[in-house]
């Protein structure tokens, strides 16, 4: 077997740059935030995998029967000679499109994109073992900054699943929209999944689940904060919040402190005060409706040409085809 091509636009001082910066703009920022890709860490990406099997966690599972049930025919609508994925990670529900593609006859090439150089080659080589011939050109890069430099022989169908697209505010999702449709020749395609607006309690609880996975991820944080910038965040001493933001129609996850405390980020020199009650945002995941997500797809220069959800109609699945 071949080695597969790996472009790294991503290495790990870029990284160290990108975790000062922000830390530095959220903890000095009153709501204090942090930015939800610091999640993952090994730890965290191992927590999150947990999540995704949860009883509560239902997005996984819904997204999967919808691309198994359309796969054929997504391959048959795009006639995709590459695949390119977004925020890959091990690309498992990505089989799916590639099987399908491949049955169809199109497929030569799959461009998996991730953050995180270890992840994108144990991945590549997985897909490469199992899909004999097919070209893997991975990109080492970060989503918002690095779209334009991704390979791949038209007509290409750029997928972003996993309702990832939810983490961005409408702002920033306007901008990735845009620099997506830039990137592609008129009539190529964006495979997009997207959580749904539904009823407060199954939410909640998709974000706050009964055993606990969801508070360890999200406090996890702290301990990527404490390793890579040398901080002395009492970890236990925060506790896990997700709220449902009704005008705004997005889960909020928050760690709130339990205590007054100082803490200090000795690798910025920062000290932050925080106050008995007072949270901290560590991440918006947004649940969309079928006009919203079709207007912001119109707005950045797509038509929505299908939609498709599982049977409970909890998650969907659009493919737009950029004008």
Not at 1 to 16: I, K, S
Not at 68 to 92: F, K, M, N, W
Not at 94 to 105: F, I, N, P
């Amino acid at each position: 077997m071949t080695e597969p091509v790996l472009d790294v636009h991503l290495g790990p001082e870029d990284a160290a740059h990108a975790l000062r910066a922000d830390v530095r703009a959220g903890l000095t920022a009153e709501p204090k935030w942090l930015s939800p890709k610091w999640f993952y860490d090994a730890a965290g990406s191992a927590l999150f995998e947990d999540i995704t099997r949860l009883p509560e966690y239902y997005p996984t599972r819904a997204e999967r029967e919808v691309l198994a049930e359309r796969a054929a025919e997504i391959a048959a609508t795009t006639d995709a000679g590459s695949l390119v994925e977004l925020g890959s990670g091990s690309s498992e529900k990505t089989r799916l499109l590639l099987s399908a593609l491949r049955e169809h006859g199109t497929l030569t090439q799959f461009v998996p994109q991730d953050v995180s150089v270890s992840a994108l080659t144990e991945a590549a080589h997985a897909i490469m073992a199992d899909y004999p011939g097919l070209q893997v050109h991975g990109v080492v890069g970060d989503f918002t900054q690095h779209l334009g430099l991704l390979p791949g022989e038209p007509p290409r169908v750029v997928a972003f699943l996993g309702g990832t697209i939810g983490n961005l505010i409408p702002e920033e999702r306007e901008k990735f929209l845009r620099t997506v449709r830039d990137v592609l020749e008129p009539g190529e395609w964006l495979l997009l999944g997207t959580d749904l607006v539904k009823d407060r309690e199954t939410l909640v609880r998709a974000y706050d689940d009964a055993q606990g996975v969801t508070a360890a991820f999200n406090r996890n944080v702290l301990n990527v904060l404490n390793r890579e910038l040398h901080a002395d965040f009492d970890v236990a001493a925060f506790e896990h919040v997700a709220l449902w933001n009704p005008e705004r129609e997005w889960i909020e996850m928050r760690l709130r402190a339990t205590r007054a405390m100082t803490v200090r980020i000795a690798d910025l020199g920062l000290t932050v005060e925080f106050a008995e009650g007072e949270e901290l945002r560590t991440e918006v995941s947004a649940k969309f409706r079928q006009e919203g997500v079709r207007q912001e797809l119109e707005d950045a220069g797509f038509a929505l040409r299908r939609w498709w959800t599982d049977a409970e109609d909890r998650f969907a699945v659009s493919l737009a085809q950029a004008e």
